[in-house]
């Protein structure tokens, strides 16, 4: 039983997390920002996609503001597929922190808002894996 207990500790005291929580990797997030205004986060925890339906998305809508440049990030728990970020208008797609034709992910990326209105977030992993991920939207400047 005295072993038990020994091995018990070492591996809870030396074994490292399995991930991180929502709110940690919104901290993380925040960390890294430099020169940007913090304004809303993001929390996602999907599971993965079941075969024949589509991949899980974690939806948000926004009034983002003309003339204003706000940066959109993402950081993932280390267990978690390869987050994706993208922001929609009416018309569709305006910018994503992932390239599909290069297969490149970004940390983060800038966008310029040309007229004021609602804007829909969209957070999702690569290939439907599960995962988990804060997302950040941030002021940059005001045009």
Known sequence: ??????????????YP????TTEQLVDICVDRMEDVT??????????AAQPGRPEPVAR?????NKNTLY??????AETSGAGIIKVFDNRGLLASNYISESDTHYPFFDIQIQS???YHIFISFKDG???????ILSLVKRL
């Open 1 to 14: 039983m005295r072993r038990f207990i020994l091995v018990f500790i070492v591996i809870v005291k030396f």
């Open 17 to 20: 997390a399995y991930s991180q």
């Open 38 to 47: 913090y304004l809303r986060d993001f929390q996602v925890e999907l599971e």
């Open 60 to 64: 948000y809508s926004m009034v983002l």
């Open 71 to 76: 940066r959109l990030s993402i950081c993932n």
């Open 116 to 118: 004021t209105g609602v």
């Open 129 to 135: 894996l599960p995962g988990r991920a804060a997302g």
